[in-house]
């Protein structure tokens, strides 16, 4: 019997010993070529010409996918070009500023055409460097891996295998192969639309605080400035292409901020207000951080009070917000607050959601049904406690809701909260908007399944809120959506700043990574035929979301 147990672990320690040098040997068959696959791109960049501008491409492995063009005053990336993880990255060298800002400042139309011709003309040049480079690192990698196997059974004092020879061409065809297979997946995976979302960062995110001062900014007398507007006109001119062809005309732009808690930001956003030319803001909560009407000082109310009077804003009650903070808000002038939260005698809270037909658009709200310190799980702040509690808020707050209406925007402050309303009213939201987690969702799940989800982070930076938490500040972010005079949601800005105290003057900007700019060209979505938005069509009063639908309403699907 003991033979037997002794005879089995031998033979189970010898298949481990096997399968233990098995993957140590494919490890370094598929790790070091692409050690050396990425090694070769960084060290023998491609380098070419355009527009009489000399510039080198870069490759990468496995970071920074997709195409980047990189500037000293930041950079512009298309991380979704296909589905490979390699990274092309553009860069110019020597450049002779003066005579670029020459050429482009006169006019950047022309020169730009000569920019996107001259590189379309390069692209086969760089597709074959990029491919022999990754060849020739797959060849050196397989090699390396070769002598070190070589070099292991040297020390194991193993004899040569008579067809070792043999053995490394099968390798090498193998890998070739593979790098045939690995094209074809990157060519089959090619994404027509890459240029539907683009992130810019640096100066050139940092510009675009002053989208109608940039004829200004690049228009400087100061030759410094001259040579950073021409790289700013570049840009500018090229994104305006991509807007052209991807985007239909804009009716007006929507502002989304959330989770202010106390933050003296107001002013900046008010900023964008007007930079972007924004009718309608969306503020999906928390403005307050323990719920006391005191916290909304005289200070901050002008603050709000004044961006409102710019634009329209419609606010609703986060898990921060009591009914005295939403009695606050209802009293400040252009401040629309939608749904309605109110507390029983137990110390427990009820929410009611309402709508408003703004601008052409049918949007609609539910507060949050906790409050910071409240009793029981209306004050906690566990998910496994509160998420119970707001799907069955959500679920009251729909009952009855007229079976003919639809909505174009869902808010709630809890991204828990929306989707719940999204599975009671499947088919009828056209986008959800929440807040909360103090980050944005992620760009590629923006949007799935035709319905837009827009989760906003903190545009008061974590407020009174990280303070009280003992947190970093995560950055000040908001969102700014196109909206088309068809209705359709176009397009969408995502900005975070890292330092939300930038100059409001253009000409003072510096080069740095405290901006980012994330755009997101949105698809269009199944909407009625002949329907119509425009500041024109004014807002409604507010009405309870379970109320019959008035004449001034419209019905999208």
Same mark, same amino acid.
């Given at each position: 019997?003991?033979?037997?147990?002794?005879?089995?672990?031998?033979?189970?320690?010898?298949?481990?010993?096997?399968?233990?040098?098995?993957?140590?040997?494919?490890?370094?068959?598929?790790?070091?070529?692409?050690?050396?696959?990425?090694?070769?791109?960084?060290?023998?960049?491609?380098?070419?010409?355009?527009?009489?501008?000399?510039?080198?491409?870069?490759?990468?492995?496995?970071?920074?996918?997709?195409?980047?063009?990189?500037?000293?005053?930041? %950079?512009? +990336?298309? #991380?979704?070009?296909?589905?490979?993880?390699? $990274? &092309?990255?553009?860069?110019?060298?020597? /450049?002779? !500023? *003066?005579?670029?800002?020459?050429?482009?400042?006169?006019?950047?139309?022309?020169?730009?055409?000569?920019?996107?011709?001259?590189? %379309?003309? +390069?692209? #086969?040049?760089?597709?074959?460097?990029?491919? $022999? &480079?990754?060849?020739?690192?797959?060849? /050196?990698? !397989? *090699?390396?891996?070769?002598?070190?196997?070589?070099?292991?059974?040297?020390?194991?004092?193993?004899?040569?295998?008579?067809?070792?020879?043999?053995?490394?061409?099968?390798?090498?065809?193998?890998?070739?192969?593979?790098?045939?297979?690995?094209?074809?997946?990157?060519? *089959?995976?090619?994404?027509?639309?890459?240029?539907?979302?683009?992130?810019?960062?640096?100066?050139?995110?940092?510009?675009?605080?002053?989208?109608?001062?940039?004829?200004?900014?690049?228009?400087?007398?100061?030759?410094?400035?001259?040579?950073?507007?021409?790289?700013?006109?570049?840009?500018?001119?090229?994104?305006?292409?991509?807007?052209?062809?991807?985007?239909?005309?804009?009716?007006?732009?929507?502002?989304?901020?959330?989770?202010?808690?106390?933050?003296?930001?107001?002013?900046?956003?008010?900023?964008?207000?007007?930079?972007?030319?924004?009718?309608?803001?969306?503020?999906?909560?928390?403005?307050?951080?323990?719920?006391?009407?005191?916290?909304?000082?005289?200070?901050?109310?002008?603050?709000?009070?004044?961006?409102?009077?710019?634009?329209?804003?419609?606010?609703?009650?986060?898990?921060?917000?009591?009914?005295?903070?939403?009695?606050?808000?209802?009293?400040?002038?252009?401040?629309?607050?939608?749904?309605?939260?109110?507390?029983?005698?137990?110390?427990?809270?009820?929410?009611?959601?309402?709508?408003?037909?703004?601008?052409?658009?049918?949007?609609?709200?539910?507060?949050?049904?906790?409050?910071?310190?409240?009793?029981?799980?209306?004050?906690?702040?566990?998910?496994?406690?509160?998420?119970?509690?707001?799907?069955?808020?959500?679920?009251?707050?729909?009952?009855?809701?007229?079976?003919?209406?639809?909505?174009?925007?869902?808010?709630?402050?809890?991204?828990?909260?929306?989707?719940?309303?999204?599975?009671?009213?499947?088919?009828?939201?056209?986008?959800?908007?929440?807040?909360?987690?103090?980050?944005?969702?992620?760009?590629?799940?923006?949007?799935?399944?035709?319905?837009?989800?827009?989760?906003?982070?903190?545009?008061?930076?974590?407020?009174?809120?990280?303070?009280?938490?003992?947190?970093?500040?995560?950055?000040?972010?908001?969102?700014?959506?196109?909206?088309?005079?068809?209705?359709?949601?176009?397009?969408?800005?995502?900005?975070?700043?890292?330092?939300?105290?930038?100059?409001?003057?253009?000409?003072?900007?510096?080069?740095?990574?405290?901006?980012?700019?994330?755009?997101?060209?949105?698809?269009?979505?199944?909407?009625?035929?002949?329907?119509?938005?425009?500041?024109?069509?004014?807002?409604?009063?507010?009405?309870?979301?379970?109320?019959?639908?008035?004449?001034?309403?419209?019905?999208?699907?």
């Amino acid at each position: 019997m003991n033979s037997r147990i002794g005879e089995t672990l031998l033979r189970a320690r010898r298949y481990g010993a096997f399968a233990l040098r098995l993957a140590i040997r494919w490890s370094l068959r598929i790790a070091l070529p692409v050690v050396f696959a990425n090694a070769l791109l960084r060290a023998f960049p491609y380098k070419g010409t355009a527009a009489g501008i000399p510039f080198q491409v870069r490759g990468t492995l496995f970071t920074r996918p997709g195409l980047s063009a990189d500037t000293s005053v930041g %950079n512009w +990336e298309f #991380p979704h070009v296909d589905g490979l993880p390699i $990274g &092309l990255h553009i860069s110019p060298t020597d /450049v002779d !500023l *003066l005579r670029l800002s020459k050429a482009a400042n006169p006019d950047s139309t022309a020169f730009v055409d000569a920019l996107k011709a001259d590189l %379309n003309s +390069e692209i #086969p040049f760089i597709g074959l460097w990029l491919a $022999g &480079l990754l060849l020739a690192g797959v060849v /050196v990698g !397989l *090699l390396a891996a070769a002598m070190v196997n070589m070099a292991q059974r040297y020390l194991r004092r193993l004899p040569r295998r008579d067809n070792e020879l043999r053995i490394r061409v099968h390798q090498a065809a193998t890998a070739g192969i593979v790098v045939l297979l690995v094209s074809g997946y990157g060519v *089959l995976s090619y994404d027509r639309d890459w240029t539907k979302q683009s992130k810019l960062t640096g100066t050139l995110g940092a510009v675009q605080l002053f989208p109608s001062q940039l004829s200004d900014f690049y228009n400087q007398q100061n030759k410094a400035y001259d040579v950073l507007g021409a790289v700013v006109g570049i840009q500018a001119s090229l994104q305006q292409r991509i807007d052209a062809a991807k985007t239909p005309d804009t009716a007006y732009n929507i502002m989304f901020i959330s989770d202010m808690h106390l933050a003296a930001t107001y002013p900046l956003v008010a900023q964008y207000v007007d930079n972007f030319d924004v009718k309608l803001i969306v503020n999906t909560g928390d403005e307050s951080e323990f719920g006391t009407s005191g916290e909304l000082t005289p200070g901050f109310r002008s603050a709000i009070k004044a961006v409102a009077a710019k634009a329209p804003m419609l606010w609703m009650a986060g898990n921060h917000d009591s009914p005295d903070v939403q009695r606050v808000m209802s009293q400040i002038p252009n401040v629309f607050v939608l749904g309605d939260k109110l507390r029983q005698n137990d110390g427990s809270y009820v929410v009611s959601g309402s709508r408003i037909h703004a601008f052409g658009l049918n949007i609609a709200a539910v507060p949050d049904p906790r409050v910071y310190g409240a009793v029981g799980s209306y004050g906690s702040g566990e998910d496994k406690v509160t998420n119970p509690l707001e799907i069955a808020a959500m679920d009251q707050a729909v009952n009855g809701i007229p079976d003919d209406l639809n909505l174009d925007i869902m808010a709630s402050h809890e991204p828990s909260a929306v989707n719940e309303l999204k599975a009671k009213l499947p088919g009828r939201i056209r986008q959800l908007d929440s807040g909360h987690t103090h980050a944005q969702n992620a760009t590629g799940d923006l949007q799935s399944g035709g319905i837009i989800n827009l989760v906003e982070g903190s545009t008061g930076a974590g407020g009174l809120d990280n303070i009280n938490r003992g947190e970093k500040a995560p950055p000040v972010e908001f969102s700014i959506e196109s909206v088309a005079s068809n209705c359709q949601f176009a397009k969408l800005l995502r900005f975070q700043l890292a330092d939300p105290s930038l100059p409001t003057d253009p000409t003072a900007l510096t080069v740095g990574d405290n901006v980012t700019v994330s755009s997101v060209y949105l698809s269009p979505q199944k909407i009625t035929a002949g329907r119509t938005c425009s500041t024109v069509d004014g807002l409604s009063p507010v009405r309870r979301l379970t109320a019959p639908i008035a004449s001034d309403e419209l019905a999208p699907p």
